[in-house]
């Protein structure tokens, strides 16, 4: 009621101010096109007048320098802290047989994890957002306990069920698998901490593709694999790779889950993140930051995908 | 209906998918049941067990004693004060970026993200190559008796980064929504900005201020990877809660570890159900078209 309510008078804002309305206030990019969107806003400002003025770029300069503090001060420092002794130390650092198998296992560990739970996540979507059981609100909270459990803890929970006398032991002894202080434990702790991304990005965009459309499909002829091959995926695809994106971001930076479980021998168990951990500890400085900033280089390339993700996302909402 | 393509067929799991009897759905429920099971329920039941193996009173005095008692109490109170920071400077950054325009604004905007993607552990190791003792910055700040890396500030700039995006990720949607109409009107009959964002702006935004700072809160409470890097970890001093649980795991003492995490995990816990609880009941009155 009250959302279609706030809806008629969006819709009604949009013809008053032109086209740019809704999408106006999403990002700075809609308003460059049209001088609508600004003009809507100069009209908030202008009471105020000079004054004003002069207080909202105090505010602009507030917001913008505290980030600048925060986040891009510690950004240049680590890049002059690695290339400090010369681009050629930190590349020979990077190109280390321990990091470059680090940086194998974290990818090959990110990519698993990305995987089982990309397929995992959008069956859970599915079943929270579309069907309806005594057991679904139960559901829903335990997809929100890896958010609420710290790393550490993620991995020690493995710990105790792998490790000596775990409840699972017994299992995976007989069936001559080492979980702890091996990879399977890495790649379980992986999973674990990045869990509930494609569930909770999926699930609102497909509560939004309407049941009805499935449903067309489906008296047309189409069996369920078809209609969500055709139908349902192509409506979720970009809140599906966003979520996968930041599962993916969120694996292959992950340390306190994997540093516990992992046991960390160099070049058998040892993630990029569990290298850096360990020259940190012996006093590498120049391989931990020419890691570190590698690391971060990675993690900006997928971030600049997440935005595109998010704003395709965005979009398919607003439409 | 009747027709299967003869590449479906073969394999169980697709067959039983694409029939139309409750089997698909069955199955379904069944794969997110074992999932959620075997990934979260069960290793949380362990951990429960765990911690509680030797009975209450033995629990009891693994929290509270002296180290496990401190480090709780830092990670609390470091918290609750990053909470508080963020509610300001997020709420501030989410109106200057729905309000303003300003030049770069599209780039900061796509920045704000930046510790999603950053791994926790290189944000430690970027403040320690900042304000470690023998760098520039923090050389100048060692010079002037300001310590930042092994000590308490560095622990609060690392969970500052590290949820930076958080309240401002939660406010920023719902500033959209608000009419600008609404300030408009206010501004017209008199009212001073600073009246128009207490009485018209505020209101609004507060559940969502609230469930982007339970979140922040209930992230600092259990932050590893940056934490660990910059805090110097003495115990009783710098060490955190979750690198209290670290250190006891390393000494093999896992009842003290189970103690604790069950502490740090009733805590998250109740914090993100009340996120969802709030998300719930605002999410009839959230306009999201």
Redesign the interface.
């Given at each position: 009621m009250?959302?279609a309510m706030?809806?008629v008078?969006?819709a009604q804002?949009d013809n008053q101010t032109g086209k740019t309305g809704h999408s106006s206030?999403?990002?700075?990019?809609a308003?460059s096109k049209n001088g609508t969107g600004?003009e809507?806003?100069s009209?908030?400002r202008?009471?105020?007048g000079y004054r004003?003025k002069l207080?909202?770029?105090l505010?602009?300069a507030?917001?913008?320098a505290?980030?600048a503090g925060?986040?891009?001060?510690?950004?240049?420092?680590?890049i002059?802290?690695a290339f400090g002794e010369g681009l050629r130390a930190a590349v020979k650092e990077i190109s280390s047989t321990d990091a470059i198998s680090s940086l194998k296992l974290t990818l090959v560990m990110a990519v698993g994890a990305t995987a089982v739970n990309t397929v995992?996540g959008v069956?859970?979507a599915?079943?929270?957002v579309r069907?309806n059981?005594w057991?679904r609100r139960i559901?829903?909270?335990?997809?929100?306990?890896?958010?609420?459990?710290?790393?550490?803890?993620?991995?020690?929970?493995?710990?105790?069920?792998f490790g000596r006398g775990?409840?699972?032991t017994p299992i995976t002894d007989a069936l001559g698998v080492k979980v702890v202080f091996a990879l399977p434990g890495i790649l379980?702790a992986t999973?674990?901490i990045s869990?509930p991304f494609v569930i909770r990005e999926v699930a609102p965009v497909l509560a939004q593709v309407s049941a009805d459309q499935e449903d067309a499909a489906?008296t047309i002829?189409a069996?369920?694999?078809?209609t969500f091959w055709h139908v349902t995926l192509p409506a979720i695809r970009w809140g599906l790779l966003y979520g996968v994106s930041?599962t993916f971001?969120r694996a292959?930076?992950?340390?306190?889950a994997v540093?516990?479980v992992s046991g960390g021998v160099s070049r058998l168990t040892e993630t990029s993140?569990l290298y850096?951990?360990r020259s940190?500890d012996d006093r590498n400085y120049v391989g931990?930051?020419a890691m570190?900033v590698f690391?971060?280089a990675l993690?900006?390339g997928?971030?600049?995908v997440?935005?595109y993700f998010k704003r395709r996302t965005e979009q398919t909402?607003?439409t | 209906?009747s027709s299967?393509p003869a590449n479906?067929k073969g394999s169980p799991a697709?067959a039983s998918?694409?029939v139309?009897l409750p089997w698909?759905?069955w199955g379904?429920?069944l794969?997110?049941?074992l999932?959620?099971?075997f990934?979260?329920?069960?290793?949380?039941a362990?951990?429960i067990r765990?911690g509680f193996a030797d009975g209450f009173t033995a629990f009891w005095a693994d929290i509270t004693n002296p180290t496990a008692f401190s480090a709780l109490k830092l990670t609390l109170m470091t918290s609750v004060l990053i909470t508080v920071i963020n509610a300001v400077?997020g709420t501030?950054?989410a109106?200057?970026?729905?309000?303003?325009?300003?030049p770069a604004?599209?780039l900061?905007?796509?920045?704000?993200?930046?510790?999603?993607?950053?791994?926790?552990?290189?944000?430690g190791?970027?403040?320690v190559?900042?304000y470690g003792p023998q760098?520039a910055?923090g050389g100048w700040l060692n010079a002037h008796d300001i310590k930042v890396i092994f000590a308490t500030p560095g622990i609060v700039?690392a969970l500052?980064?590290i949820t930076?995006p958080f309240v401002i990720r939660a406010v920023q949607p719902v500033l959209?929504?608000i009419?600008?109409?609404q300030?408009?009107a206010a501004?017209?009959i008199g009212a001073s900005?600073w009246t128009t964002f207490r009485k018209v702006v505020l209101p609004t935004i507060t559940p969502a201020l609230l469930t982007g700072g339970l979140l922040c809160f209930?992230?600092a409470?259990?932050?590893?990877?940056s934490v660990?890097?910059v805090a110097g970890n003495i115990p009783g001093v710098t060490l955190t809660a979750?690198?209290y649980?670290?250190g006891q795991?390393e000494s093999q003492n896992?009842r003290g570890?189970?103690a604790m995490?069950i502490l740090?995990?009733a805590l998250?816990?109740t914090?993100?159900?009340t996120v969802?609880w709030m998300q719930n009941r605002n999410g009839?009155?959230?306009?999201?078209?």
């Amino acid at each position: 009621m009250v959302r279609a309510m706030f809806q008629v008078e969006s819709a009604q804002r949009d013809n008053q101010t032109g086209k740019t309305g809704h999408s106006s206030s999403m990002t700075g990019l809609a308003e460059s096109k049209n001088g609508t969107g600004r003009e809507a806003t100069s009209n908030v400002r202008e009471p105020s007048g000079y004054r004003g003025k002069l207080f909202e770029w105090l505010l602009i300069a507030i917001a913008v320098a505290y980030a600048a503090g925060l986040l891009l001060a510690p950004l240049v420092a680590i890049i002059v802290g690695a290339f400090g002794e010369g681009l050629r130390a930190a590349v020979k650092e990077i190109s280390s047989t321990d990091a470059i198998s680090s940086l194998k296992l974290t990818l090959v560990m990110a990519v698993g994890a990305t995987a089982v739970n990309t397929v995992f996540g959008v069956c859970i979507a599915w079943v929270l957002v579309r069907d309806n059981f005594w057991g679904r609100r139960i559901l829903n909270g335990l997809v929100d306990m890896p958010f609420a459990v710290s790393p550490v803890i993620a991995g020690f929970m493995l710990i105790l069920l792998f490790g000596r006398g775990g409840w699972l032991t017994p299992i995976t002894d007989a069936l001559g698998v080492k979980v702890v202080f091996a990879l399977p434990g890495i790649l379980l702790a992986t999973i674990f901490i990045s869990l509930p991304f494609v569930i909770r990005e999926v699930a609102p965009v497909l509560a939004q593709v309407s049941a009805d459309q499935e449903d067309a499909a489906r008296t047309i002829g189409a069996n369920r694999l078809l209609t969500f091959w055709h139908v349902t995926l192509p409506a979720i695809r970009w809140g599906l790779l966003y979520g996968v994106s930041l599962t993916f971001a969120r694996a292959v930076g992950e340390i306190g889950a994997v540093l516990v479980v992992s046991g960390g021998v160099s070049r058998l168990t040892e993630t990029s993140t569990l290298y850096i951990f360990r020259s940190l500890d012996d006093r590498n400085y120049v391989g931990a930051n020419a890691m570190a900033v590698f690391l971060a280089a990675l993690s900006f390339g997928i971030l600049m995908v997440i935005e595109y993700f998010k704003r395709r996302t965005e979009q398919t909402q607003t439409t | 209906m009747s027709s299967v393509p003869a590449n479906l067929k073969g394999s169980p799991a697709v067959a039983s998918r694409r029939v139309m009897l409750p089997w698909g759905r069955w199955g379904l429920r069944l794969t997110a049941f074992l999932y959620l099971g075997f990934m979260v329920a069960l290793p949380l039941a362990t951990i429960i067990r765990n911690g509680f193996a030797d009975g209450f009173t033995a629990f009891w005095a693994d929290i509270t004693n002296p180290t496990a008692f401190s480090a709780l109490k830092l990670t609390l109170m470091t918290s609750v004060l990053i909470t508080v920071i963020n509610a300001v400077m997020g709420t501030l950054t989410a109106y200057v970026l729905v309000r303003f325009h300003f030049p770069a604004k599209g780039l900061f905007n796509a920045l704000i993200d930046m510790p999603f993607a950053i791994p926790t552990l290189v944000t430690g190791v970027m403040l320690v190559a900042l304000y470690g003792p023998q760098r520039a910055v923090g050389g100048w700040l060692n010079a002037h008796d300001i310590k930042v890396i092994f000590a308490t500030p560095g622990i609060v700039l690392a969970l500052l980064v590290i949820t930076y995006p958080f309240v401002i990720r939660a406010v920023q949607p719902v500033l959209m929504e608000i009419e600008k109409g609404q300030e408009e009107a206010a501004y017209t009959i008199g009212a001073s900005k600073w009246t128009t964002f207490r009485k018209v702006v505020l209101p609004t935004i507060t559940p969502a201020l609230l469930t982007g700072g339970l979140l922040c809160f209930a992230r600092a409470l259990g932050e590893f990877g940056s934490v660990v890097v910059v805090a110097g970890n003495i115990p009783g001093v710098t060490l955190t809660a979750p690198v209290y649980v670290f250190g006891q795991i390393e000494s093999q003492n896992q009842r003290g570890a189970s103690a604790m995490s069950i502490l740090l995990l009733a805590l998250s816990f109740t914090l993100i159900l009340t996120v969802e609880w709030m998300q719930n009941r605002n999410g009839k009155s959230n306009v999201s078209s």
